[in-house]
């Protein structure tokens, strides 16, 4: 899951442009990284042509290869504690630098701010100390975490056609009129309950994970202790540490309070859950249980994955009943023009009613509610013109999900794509 409390500081507009230019480059940005879902993830994996990521993810497995059939010959060698010592210290600063280190050379147990990670846990929630030792001390590195948050090199411009075109294509709608159509009942049941039409529910559980096929192999343990501990030396490095040691806390939380083994726990290398990739903090707040079988299981339940998603767009400002998104044309059409700008920059929100925006931009959409407020949002398509929309609150609360203009309106395109192909059938 992609949400806003994802972002920690930076201000709004630098988030979203960075969020949405990083994803439509195919590349990943401090900010965007964990705004991109687990799906988006093993994308880019495949996209060996066009990113570093792949040549990360090659050398990852050579190195992860090589560390295996190291492993027993370490193990024999020298004064363990020393080693240990010695091997936390270089393993610290060889994260600080950003460089490449294996995942064995990490014990977790012995670092001080893990230490102090636990004895919080211990006074604010009084978490038993002995537990959580037995369980930071099998809390292990990943590599792959570390390379996937850094900034890839500046590269090619934003792209909506690009982006949308990978979202909104024939296996994924496919799947989503098979997810539909066996989760029927269920969907009319959430748009009853939450207000949230099935479409969008669809689109999203679609774009985060296929509806299920991608929901994360790491274990939640160890993706959000390597991103709580050893984040890369990048910019906000401060912030994001305290955001996935929040994130930690609410992975150990959940998992006392349900009785679950964290062990068991899996998720994207960011930490996002089940199908719908709720973040610990959002599963904890926002999860429901919708089939009724008294447990919240995001990963194996549709319904409780389809009631979740609908009661998180509900909690975040979703209107029962109200439109998306309207085409709109600039009536001045200097885009660089200081109140474009201004409009444009006023955030993940619908500040505007349709006559405020009138000197600037009109709908041919006589659809367009005029007693509600919008938003004027653009998408941009690199050489291509940009193509602008006035968005409503609704628009606005998927981007609560993740904070994208381009990943909201590839949900709308993807739900409203299987629903009209259900139609056809
Ligand atoms: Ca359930």
Not at 65 to 73: D, E, I, M, P, T
Not at 302 to 312: F, K, L, M, P, Q
Not at 366 to 387: M, R, V
Request: aromatic fraction near 10%; include cysteine; glycine fraction near 4%.
């Amino acid at each position: 899951m992609k949400i806003s409390h994802r972002i920690l500081s930076s201000t709004l507009s630098t988030a979203l442009t960075v969020s949405a230019s990083a994803i439509a480059a195919l590349s990943c940005s401090a900010i965007a990284i964990v705004s991109l879902s687990n799906e988006a993830y093993a994308h880019l994996e495949k996209d060996n042509s066009k990113t570093q990521h792949s040549k990360i993810a090659k050398k990852l497995n050579k190195s992860n290869k090589s560390n295996k059939s190291n492993k027993s010959n370490k193990s024999n060698k020298s004064n363990k504690s020393n080693k240990s010592n010695k091997s936390n210290k270089s393993a610290q600063q060889a994260i600080a630098k950003s460089s490449t280190i294996k995942t064995n050379d990490v014990r977790y147990l012995e670092w001080q701010e893990v230490q102090a990670f636990i004895a919080q846990m211990q006074t604010q929630h009084q978490f038993d100390a002995t537990r959580l030792q037995q369980i930071f001390e099998n809390a292990r590195y990943v590599e792959t975490a570390i390379q996937l948050v850094k900034p890839a090199p500046p590269g090619k411009p934003k792209n909506w056609k690009a982006y949308r075109a990978r979202f909104v294509e024939n296996g994924r709608i496919a799947a989503g009129i098979a997810f539909w159509d066996r989760n029927l009942e269920t969907l009319n049941r959430a748009e009853n309950v939450y207000g949230v039409p099935a479409e969008i529910i669809v689109g999203l559980i679609g774009v985060e994970t296929i509806y299920g096929k991608n929901t994360g192999s790491f274990r939640a343990l160890d993706a959000l202790t390597t991103l709580a501990f050893s984040y890369p030396d990048i910019p906000n490095r401060e912030g994001r540490m305290v955001f996935f040691k929040n994130e930690l806390a609410q992975l150990l939380l959940w998992s006392r309070e349900t009785n679950t083994d964290i062990f068991s726990i899996k998720a994207s290398y960011a930490g996002a859950i089940g199908l719908s990739q709720f973040m610990p903090s959002s599963l904890r707040q926002f999860a429901v249980d919708f089939d009724a079988d008294n447990k919240i299981d995001l990963k194996e339940s549709e319904a409780d994955a389809i009631g979740s998603v609908a009661n998180y767009l509900a909690k975040h400002g979703w209107q029962k009943g109200w439109p998306y998104a309207f085409p709109a044309t600039l009536l001045n059409q200097d885009a660089t023009s200081v109140q474009l700008n201004e409009v444009l920059g006023r955030g993940l929100k619908a500040s505007y009613t349709l006559n405020e925006l009138k000197p600037l931009v009109s709908t041919a959409d006589e659809q367009a509610p005029k007693n509600i407020s919008y938003g004027l949002i653009d998408l941009q398509n690199a050489e291509d013109p940009t193509e602008y929309w006035l968005a409503t609150e609704n628009f606005f609360a998927i981007t609560k999900y993740n904070r994208s203009y381009f990943y909201a309106m590839s949900v709308i395109d993807l739900g409203k794509v299987i629903a009209l192909a259900r139609k056809k059938e």
